[in-house]
T-cell receptor, first 110, second 115 residues
Framework: RKEVEQDPGPFNVPEGATVAFNCTYSNSASQSFFWYRQDCRKEPKLLMSVYSSGNEDGRFTAQLNRASQYISLLIRDSKLSDSATYLCVVKTSGTYKYIFGTGTRLKVLA | GAGVSQSPSNKVTEKGKDVELRCDPISGHTALYWYRQRLGQGLEFLIYFQGNSAPDKSGLPSDRFSAERTGESVSTLTIQRTQQEDSAVYLC?????????????FGPGTRLLVL
């Protein structure tokens, strides 16, 4: 089993739609969680960190469920510019190694 | 300020040749990471440097791969006797190395093609 698993998609949604991605992690000692965004042929960039209480940044909401070992990303009012691959990233306690999921591809359609 | 830079941006080489990839992290960042990303795949951890501590080399796929870092500055990733399966984008990232919740900043990557 992979340490971090994501549905590869693609998720094709119309503009204005709400879309949610989940990511599961296998190591219960995982301590830090992030969502990164990667555009085609570009480097990953941090979208948001995920905090235990959940957090929101504009149209983006991230949630953490430690009991079930998954994190989620909700995107409201999707824009064409949201089209990208969303990478789930987990860091385990006591280490500076980041474990990346393979990403979920989102395509927002006009 | 300047971000993470990598060179070359593209490299085409013949099977069996050695290649050297360079990464300049953000100034003051003590942590530096190398990743490999094959086409359509996720990021594969290769190696991690933190200050003057011994690097975490657990992700290097074979002894053909090695990396060095001079102090808290430039790092080079060397691939000896390249194989076609080494073709990928090699990404470097740096971070402050002070917090578990810190952000990694990535360079634009080096696209390596082994013919």
């Amino acid at each position: 089993r992979k340490e971090v698993e994501q549905d590869p998609g693609p998720f094709n949604v119309p503009e204005g739609a709400t879309v949610a991605f989940n990511c599961t992690y296998s190591n219960s000692a995982s301590q830090s969680f992030f969502w990164y965004r990667q555009d085609c042929r570009k480097e990953p960039k941090l979208l948001m960190s995920v905090y235990s209480s959940g957090n929101e940044d504009g149209r983006f909401t991230a949630q953490l469920n430690r009991a079930s070992q998954y994190i989620s990303l909700l995107i409201r009012d999707s824009k064409l510019s949201d089209s990208a691959t969303y990478l789930c990233v987990v860091k385990t306690s006591g280490t500076y190694k980041y474990i990346f999921g393979t990403g979920t591809r989102l395509k927002v359609l006009a | 300020g300047a971000g993470v830079s990598q060179s070359p941006s593209n490299k085409v080489t013949e099977k069996g040749k050695d290649v050297e990839l360079r990464c300049d992290p953000i100034s003051g960042h003590t942590a530096l990471y190398w990743y490999r990303q094959r086409l359509g795949q996720g990021l594969e951890f290769l190696i991690y440097f933190q200050g003057n501590s011994a690097p975490d080399k657990s992700g290097l796929p074979s002894d053909r791969f090695s990396a060095e870092r001079t102090g808290e500055s430039v790092s080079t990733l060397t691939i000896q006797r390249t194989q076609q399966e080494d073709s990928a984008v090699y990404l470097c990232a740096s971070s402050t190395g002070t917090s578990l919740q810190e952000t990694q900043y990535f360079g634009p990557g080096t696209r390596l093609l082994v013919l």
